[in-house]
């Protein structure tokens, strides 16, 4: 059973930049080459919703709301999946999980899409 854990969250100034990062548990040796992966996240009080995704091809998405600021890329000799955040804002303070999908050749941004799931990684931004 893959388990994912995320990482780079932080207290961050609104402007400012972040990180994150999605890698396999310790021990687990499986390639993230074969999963589309997607991150979500969930602001207190609100539904979590996907922000971006990338297919295990390559091919990415954005949520409308991020598209600009965030940049999801993969590093094949790390085994990890980066979120970059530029600009950040206070309306990105949030849990940010990712999740790994094995079924699909392209990437989806529904919840319903991946099987696998991190704890998530908190992400704070002051004004």
């Known amino acids: 059973q893959l388990q994912l854990v995320e990482s780079g969250g932080g207290l961050v100034q609104s402007g400012g930049s972040l990180r994150l990062s999605c890698a396999p548990a310790?021990?687990?040796?499986?390639?993230?080459?074969?999963?589309?992966i997607g991150w979500f996240r969930q602001a207190p009080g609100k539904e979590r919703e996907g922000v971006s995704c990338?297919?295990?091809?390559?091919?990415?998405e954005y949520a409308e709301s991020v598209k600009g600021r965030f940049t999801i890329s993969r590093d094949n000799a790390k085994n990890t999946i980066f979120l970059e955040i530029n600009n950040v804002k206070p309306e990105d303070t949030a849990v940010y999980y990712c999740a790994a999908d094995r079924n699909r050749n392209m990437c989806g941004m529904a919840e319903s899409l991946y099987d696998h799931w991190g704890q998530g990684t908190h992400v704070t931004v002051s004004s």
């Open positions: 310790s021990g687990f040796i499986l390639s993230l080459d074969y999963y589309a």
């Open positions: 990338i297919s295990r091809r390559g091919n990415t």
